[in-house]
């Protein structure tokens, strides 16, 4: 299983706006990626209300992964990418 453990980079976590930009981009990844905090998870990344259930605050670490294949490592890759800016700062 490809797996990759990011710190949150947003300031208010994965909250509305980047859990909203995090999600899109986790649905044009060629792999299915999940999204896991703690104990809260695994859920698909690709699931705004999910994501948004995890409650994952600024500075949170989190993991993700996909199936243990080439797309699934760039695919966790680029997301773990994303999560590690803060996304509020990014313009839309």
């Known amino acids: 299983m490809a797996e990759r453990r990011v710190k ?7 909250h509305a706006r980047p ?3 995090f999600c899109k981009a986790a649905g044009q ?3 299915k990626v999940t999204i896991a905090a703690g104990d809260r998870g695994p859920v698909d990344a690709r699931s705004i209300l999910s994501v948004l259930g995890l409650g994952v605050n600024s500075g949170e670490e989190v ?3 996909a199936e243990d ?8 890759e680029a997301l773990a990418e994303l ?4 996304l509020d700062a990014v313009p839309s």
């Not at 294949?69 to 966790?76: K, R």
């Open 8 to 14: 949150v980079g947003s300031s208010v976590g994965l």
């Open 19 to 21: 859990a909203n930009l």
């Open 29 to 31: 990844q060629p792999a």
């Open 83 to 86: 999560l590690a800016q803060d």
């Open 69 to 76: 294949t080439e797309d699934g490592e760039q695919s966790v």
């Open 63 to 65: 993991v993700l992964a």
